[in-house]
């Protein structure tokens, strides 16, 4: 998508203050990406494409539901990555985005960064991301647990007591473990009386970013051996473990072990602040990765795909991109 766009950043161009942040799962909503679709023949273009490579109507289920089959992995993940990639051909074609110093992606989400900066063409990252969600169906077992109010120390201690895992560490005080059901409820347990001001039941099939997924890890690995993997065009923040990739064969690592290792994403926004990101772009469905982000970083700057296709906002964003690239 960026011909000419360098690998590499200078790390002394202090102008490339941007990031491109892709969602992962969670952030489906029923109606997704329907009306720009119907309005705009880029984002048209994306569905219609992800309906022929996966042989199955994936936009009616996007746009129509019911609700459970969205959620269904094998069919959730796919369906983000189409919403998301829609999202951003629209928000390119009319000129709303930066080019970004970094990417990232939340676990599903690095599939859509690496479309996004053309490592992965969509029709294999859709044929991948359903394969991972069947295989996630097929192996999965257990849960998650959503914890908030106990520092990633305290709760380390429980989940090494109960017998789960640390699984994403999505923002300070808000992690989540990973586990088989009943050692995740005497983690819940542990969590409350340990003084934990929420402590939810994630709904989902499987202790996902956790040892229980090496299984699907290892699957994977087999069909990403025989997937074209190329240079990106702006470097990936791995969500693994927050390293700086653009060798092809280190992502392909990244995407198998991503698979069974907790999401640090507290780490991946601490690195682009590092590396002098100020701005934050989310760029798919809903404003998860941005609340997230507003507890990592405070003062960064966060803007929503949603906010950028109100019409409304157009004129006003447009206006503030010519500002900041003239200063």
Known sequence: MFAGVRVAFDAEDERMQDAWVFPGQGSQWVGMGRDLASEDALARAVFEEADAVLG?????????????????????????????????????????????????????????????????????????????????????????????????????AIASEAGVELANENAPNQLTLSGPDEALERAAELARGAGARRVVRLPVNAAFHSRWMRPVADALALELANIPIRTPSVPLIACSDARVLTDPEDL????????????????????????????????????????????????????????????????????????????
């Open 252 to 327: 392909r690592r990244e995407l198998v072990e991503q698979i069974a290792s907790p999401v640090r994403w507290v780490a991946v926004v601490q690195r682009a602040l590092d590396l002098g990101v100020a701005h934050f772009w989310e760029i798919g469905p809903g404003q998860v990765l941005s609340g997230l982000i507003r507890r990592i970083a405070p003062t960064a700057e966060i803007t929503t795909a949603e906010q950028l296709l109100r019409a409304e906002d157009v004129s006003l964003v447009r206006q503030e991109r010519v500002a900041k690239e003239e200063r």
């Open 56 to 156: 199955f109507p994936l936009s009616r289920i996007v746009f129509e539901g019911p609700e459970e089959e969205l959620a269904a992995t094998r069919h959730q993940q796919p369906a983000l990555l189409a919403t998301s990639i829609a999202y951003l051909r629209v928000l390119e074609a009319r000129g709303l985005l930066p080019v970004p110093r970094v990417v990232a992606g939340h676990s599903l989400g690095e599939y859509t960064a690496l479309v996004a900066v053309g490592s992965l063409t969509l029709a294999d990252a859709l044929r991948l991301v359903r394969r991972r969600g069947e295989l996630m169906e097929t192996y999965g077992r257990g849960g998650m647990l959503a914890v908030i109010g106990l520092d990633r120390e305290r709760l380390a």
